[in-house]
């Protein structure tokens, strides 16, 4: 999808691939696992979520790292035509969704399913009940690491690996700003299913 908070929004026919995808994939995965599972078996899943049904109104955190390209191309060292050429393959569902396709599949029953809210900076206090980091540069150090391990290969890819540590650094930065103005949470959906 988009990354880029210039551009508009995608289409909605960019967001329903994306959803039709998921459910092909997590059909599939459900599919496979209730092979490995004896009647009765069960299993419990946390997939990181989002909080409104229209997947074009929710808060990734992925416009950060656009930030952080736009400003390595502003250093001349990534083009801008790359930048607006790059997608992040990222599908994040609504609860409903999760229900709709174990139910339309017919292989589990759905025992319970739960919503919560986690920080983006796991590592934040515990005790830290307040709106802000107590060390947004810290924050931005593990926040990035996070992103990095699960973007660098696409990145590279596309980008080069030359500018990887050079983007990191920015985007670390980029975050801890963030974090000082809003203490960013993410949806997880956490389902426990039994096998028919």
């Known amino acids: 999808m ?3 908070p210039s551009k508009p929004p995608s289409p909605p026919n960019v967001y329903k691939a994306y959803a039709d995808q998921f459910k092909r994939d997590f059909s599939k995965f459900l599919s496979l696992r209730s092979e490995e599972l004896i009647p009765q078996g069960r299993m419990i899943l946390t997939v990181i979520g989002r909080r409104n049904q229209d997947p074009s109104k929710n808060y990734y955190g ?8 736009l400003d390595l191309v502003a250093e001349g ?5 790359d930048v607006y050429s790059f997608n992040i393959p990222v599908y994040t569902p609504y609860k409903g969704e999760i229900c709709e ?8 029953d759905v025992n319970m399913l739960e919503v919560f809210e986690v920080d983006w900076d796991a590592s934040d206090r515990d005790n830290n009940k307040e709106d802000f980091v107590w060390d947004k540069y810290q924050s931005g150090e593990r926040i990035a690491k996070t992103i990095r391990a699960i973007s660098e290969s696409m990145l590279s890819a596309h980008f080069g690996g030359a500018i990887i540590d050079r983007l990191f650094t920015r985007f670390a930065l980029h975050v801890a700003d963030h974090m000082a103005l809003e203490k960013v ?6 389902v426990s299913l039994t096998k028919k």
Do not use: A, H, P, Y
Not at 62 to 69: F, G, H, V
């Open 185 to 190: 949470k993410k949806l997880n959906i956490v």
């Open 101 to 108: 396709i174990i139910e339309k599949q017919g292989l589990f």
């Open 2 to 4: 988009d990354i880029l």
């Open 62 to 69: 992925w416009e950060l790292l656009t930030q952080s390209l």
């Open 77 to 81: 060292l990534v083009k801008e035509s």
